[in-house]
C-alpha cells in the first residue's frame, strides 16, 4: 500500500538534515541574473507551437496582518487602495504573456496565493478574473482545477459565494494551529468557528476540494495541544492535509524575529509531533503522499500516485505537470518547457518594470541535459516512491548505472540503512524511507553543496 510508512527514529536523525523541497529541479537557488524576458518570449513562443495546456499562478502580495512564522513574499498593509495600482501592472503583465500564447492554449489549472488573496475586495477580484478571462482560454464548464488560498478571518458567506460564481472550485485554508496560545505566539488569533464556517461554505456550494494547512514545531505547541489542533482538524474532514514543518530563519525572515525563540519545541518534541500526526491521520483514513501531504483514498493526488502518474512543480505535487505553468505577480515564478523564470520579488521594482511596458522577469535558468535527466529521476522517486532505470534510460539515450556509477556508494549505503532497496531493474523507497525521500533525491542533486545546504528546510 503506498501509504504505509515505518516510522524509524533512528534513521530519521540520521538522515534529517538540510535539503530542497524539489519543487523544481534545478532549485530557485540556481536562477541567476543571465535568464531575462528575451528567454521568456522564446519559450513562450515555444509552448504556443506546441499547443501545450497551461497553468496559471497569480500572486497576490498583501496581507492585513503579519503572521510571524510566515516565510512568504508579502505585503503587509491596512490599506486596502494599494491593491488597485498593484491590479493594474498586473493585468499588463497579463496582456503582455498572453499575447505570446495561442487564444486556444487550455488553462487546466488556476491557482491564486499570496498573500492573502482575498485581501483584494469583490469588485476587485471580478476585475482580475475578467481580465484572465479575456486573455486566456479559461474553462467555463467547472472542469478545470480552479483553487485559491483563503484565509478564514478574510472570508464569509459572501466572499465563498463570489469565488464559486467565478470559477473557483478548490480552497486551500490556511490554519496552522487551534491553540490560543500558540496563535498568540505567531500573532494568528482565528477560531475554530471562523475556519469551519468557510469549509461549512465551500461544501455548501459545491466546492470540488478542501485543503488545510497545518505547521508543527511553532512556540508553545507540544506534543498533545498539537495532537487537538490535529483531532479537530480530522472531525472537518478536509480532501488533503498539508502538515508543514517550521523553520526558524529569523536571519533571512524577518517576522520570525518576533518569535521567542526559547518557547520553540525541541527537536525530540517535533519528531513526536509529527509521529503521532502521521498515526492520526492514517488511522482516520489518510494516505500519505509525500513530503508534508495527506489526501483521501479518492483524492485527484491519492488515485494519480496509485497510477504512477503524480507530479511536483512549483505549486506542490499535481496532476497538471504536463501544463507550461505560468507565474503571474511580484515575485511569481514560471516552468515553460525547459526554462524556468521569476518576477522580481521587489513589490515597487515589479510595478515600475510594467508600468513601463517591460516584463519584470529578473532570474531564472534554462535547463541542460544533464538537468532535465536527474529531474525526471528526482520526480519519480518524490512522487511515487520508485523509479524504474529502463524508463530513464529510453527517455535519455543512458546507461542508468553507468551514468549515475560515482552515486552508487551512497545509495548501498542507504540500501543498507533499509531507506531504498536496489534492485537489478529499480530502485524502491521503503515505508522506513519514505518521510526522508527529500535524503534520497539529494544524492542525485549535482548543485547540492555543503555550504548551500543552510538555504534549505530540514528533511523532516
Not at 486573455?135 to 478564514?152: A, K, M, T, V
Not at 501531504?293 to 496509485?306: G, M, N, S, T, V
Not at 525521500?437 to 547540492?448: E, G, H, S
Request: hydrophobic residues 35%; proline residues 4%; charged residues 25%.
Amino acid at each position: 500500500m503506498l501509504d504505509a510508512i515505518r516510522w524509524d527514529t533512528d534513521l530519521i536523525r540520521r538522515y534529517d538534515l538540510a535539503g530542497p523541497r524539489y519543487t523544481s529541479y534545478p532549485t530557485a537557488v540556481q536562477f541567476n541574473s543571465q535568464v531575462g524576458t528575451f528567454d521568456l518570449f522564446h519559450a513562450l513562443r515555444d509552448s504556443r507551437k506546441a499547443q501545450r495546456p497551461l497553468s496559471l499562478y497569480v500572486h497576490v502580495p498583501f496581507c492585513a496582518n503579519i503572521c510571524y512564522y510566515c516565510a512568504c513574499n508579502k505585503v503587509i498593509t491596512k490599506d486596502r487602495g494599494r491593491a488597485q495600482p498593484y491590479l493594474q501592472r498586473l493585468e499588463q503583465e497579463i496582456q503582455l504573456i498572453a499575447c505570446h500564447l495561442d487564444p486556444t492554449q487550455k488553462v487546466e489549472q488556476l491557482h491564486f496565493g499570496g498573500g492573502t488573496p482575498t485581501f483584494l475586495s469583490h469588485d476587485e477580484l471580478r476585475q482580475l478574473m475578467a481580465h484572465l478571462r479575456k486573455h486566456f482560454n479559461l474553462l467555463d464548464d467547472d472542469s478545470g482545477d480552479y483553487g485559491i488560498e483563503i484565509d478564514p478571518r478574510e472570508a464569509d458567506w459572501s466572499t465563498m459565494g463570489l469565488l464559486r460564481e467565478l470559477g473557483f472550485n478548490r480552497v486551500s485554508i490556511g490554519l496552522q494551529d487551534l491553540d490560543p496560545a500558540v496563535q498568540r505566539a505567531v500573532n494568528r488569533l482565528q477560531s475554530l468557528e471562523e475556519t469551519r464556517a468557510v469549509i461549512d461554505a465551500a461544501r455548501t456550494l459545491q466546492f470540488r476540494s478542501i485543503n488545510i494547512d497545518l505547521i508543527y514545531g511553532l512556540p508553545r505547541q507540544t506534543p498533545e495541544n498539537f495532537a487537538r489542533t490535529v483531532e479537530e482538524v480530522i472531525r472537518l474532514q478536509p480532501d488533503r492535509l498539508s502538515v508543514f514543518n517550521y523553520a526558524h530563519l529569523p536571519e533571512r525572515f524577518m517576522p520570525q524575529r518576533r518569535i521567542n525563540s526559547d518557547e520553540l519545541p525541541t527537536p525530540a518534541q517535533k519528531l513526536e509531533m509529527l509521529q503521532r500526526t502521521i498515526e492520526q491521520l492514517i488511522s482516520a483514513g489518510y494516505r500519505y503522499i509525500g513530503m508534508d501531504h495527506f489526501a483521501l483514498p479518492d483524492d485527484e493526488l491519492a488515485i494519480a500516485q496509485e497510477e504512477s502518474t503524480l507530479q511536483r512543480n512549483f505549486q506542490g505535487y499535481t496532476t497538471h505537470g504536463h501544463c507550461d505553468l505560468i507565474g503571474l505577480g511580484v515575485s511569481a515564478i514560471s516552468q515553460i518547457g525547459d526554462l524556468y523564470c521569476q518576477n522580481s520579488s521587489d513589490l515597487n521594482h515589479y510595478q515600475n518594470t510594467l508600468a513601463s511596458m517591460q516584463l519584470a522577469t529578473s532570474r531564472g535558468l534554462l535547463c541542460n541535459a544533464d538537468d532535465r535527466l536527474r529531474r525526471a529521476v528526482i520526480q519519480q522517486l518524490i512522487c511515487n516512491f520508485s523509479l524504474e532505470y529502463a524508463d530513464i534510460e529510453q527517455a535519455f539515450n543512458i546507461d542508468f548505472q553507468g551514468y549515475f556509477g560515482e552515486l552508487w556508494p551512497q545509495l548501498q549505503d542507504m540500501a543498507k540503512d533499509g531507506l531504498i532497496e536496489l534492485e537489478r531493474d529499480r530502485i524502491t523507497v521503503l515505508p522506513a524511507g519514505r518521510l526522508l525521500v527529500r535524503a534520497v533525491c539529494m544524492v542525485f542533486d549535482a548543485y547540492l553543496e555543503q555550504h548551500s545546504r543552510q538555504r534549505f528546510s530540514r528533511v523532516v
